[in-house]
């Protein structure tokens, strides 16, 4: 029941936000090199989300070389994954339970407030708090994220990462300036180098034997999750086609295992310390989640399993990493991928 009331809370305040705000700003005023304060608005809590702002950062960073950027988040996530960008100034932070904490929540909404942007960028256009974000920030420029409706995009303008680079990069266009092109970057947590040897040396203490790692993240919310019976073939096949390899389950924060833990594991709260765990591995597999995106982030290859969500939205799409959609495809097609990413394929 509370499910059905915040999809339809949810999708009220869409329909009576959808109009709020319009791409803003004086062509004749805009100098791209003017820009120098950015405030980008994306206040959702989940890590995944605030995993997928990473692309459009390092978009800002190319196109306005020595601005600062501000974030309006909700949740703890972002200054934990925003950390080692410079460019990164402040972080307005809502409470993730705004009706347990609503002091902090109304004191968030009156921070947007003081300070003026140069420009002002709503990550998504249905999100009902970044268009009023958007509309309530000081900003001479302001851009709401309407290239297009969605389903008139490519598929490469779909992914929920690269749409709103790809709207940076129109609205820059249209206002006459020099807008950044080729690929879109990647999930990037900038992991130092300390942390990246910190994760080889917890690797490696799992995996003593020295051989290189699969990693297998075998849980997903809700109807994402894949059965224990399927995790448990995929493993079997993945100890059998592999023996030269070691495989880790990187375990959740809820501490469960679809394999019933017959694998070695990793268990850690810190997600830029499970990341540099990742880094390490020659691949990872598992379903769409904030992990899969964690795991992206890392850099490493990554395998996303698909079957009730739209992989052209989600899909891990940088460092040779690729989406199966289980609905349609078979295990065959799952350790092809793995095979080509290992460079094992004929």
């Not at 009706?99 to 300070?115: A, D, E, P």
């Not at 833990?261 to 989640?289: L, M, Q, T, W």
Request: proline letters at 5%; a positive charge; charged letters at 20%.
């Amino acid at each position: 029941m509370l499910k059905k009331i915040n999809k339809f809370r949810k999708s009220l305040m869409q329909g009576l936000t959808k109009n709020v705000g319009s791409n803003t700003g004086n062509k004749a005023d805009f100098k791209q090199e003017e820009i120098k304060r950015i405030l980008i608005c994306r206040p959702n809590h989940r890590l995944g989300n605030m995993l997928l702002i990473t692309p459009l950062v390092q978009e800002a960073e190319k196109t306005f070389p020595g601005a600062t950027i501000d974030l309006f988040v909700k949740g703890g996530a972002a200054s934990v994954i925003f950390q080692n960008y410079a460019s990164v100034r402040n972080i307005i932070q809502l409470p993730k339970k705004h009706f347990k904490q609503l002091g902090q929540y109304i004191g968030g909404w009156f921070r947007l407030k003081t300070n003026k942007y140069d420009l002002v960028i709503n990550i998504s256009p249905k999100s009902s708090s970044g268009r009023l974000s958007t509309k309530s920030a000081r900003g001479r420029f302001k851009i709401f994220g309407d290239i297009a409706p969605v389903d008139a995009l490519n598929t490469e303008m779909r992914h929920i990462a690269k749409y709103p680079v790809y709207n940076l990069r129109n609205y820059i266009s249209m206002m006459g300036g020099e807008p950044q092109e080729g690929a879109v970057p990647g999930l990037d947590l900038r992991l130092s180098e300390a942390e990246l040897r910190a994760g080889k040396e917890k690797l490696q203490n799992l995996a003593p034997e020295g051989k290189p790692v699969i990693c297998i993240f075998t849980y997903a919310t809700g109807t994402k999750c894949y059965a224990q019976d399927w995790w448990g073939i995929i493993y079997d096949k993945l100890l059998q086609r592999y023996p030269e390899y070691n495989i880790i389950e990187i375990l959740p924060v809820e501490n469960v295992s679809q394999i019933n833990f017959r694998a070695p594991s990793f268990y850690s709260k810190d997600i830029r310390e499970i990341a540099a765990v990742i880094a390490n591995a020659k691949v990872f597999i598992g379903a769409d989640s904030g992990m899969m995106h964690l795991a992206s982030a890392s850099k490493a290859p990554v395998i996303g399993l698909f079957a009730v969500t739209n992989s052209a939205i989600y899909t891990p799409y940088s460092n040779g990493s690729v989406a199966i959609d289980t609905s349609k495809c078979g295990e065959n097609d799952l350790f092809d991928a793995v095979d080509n990413i290992l460079g094992k394929a004929d």
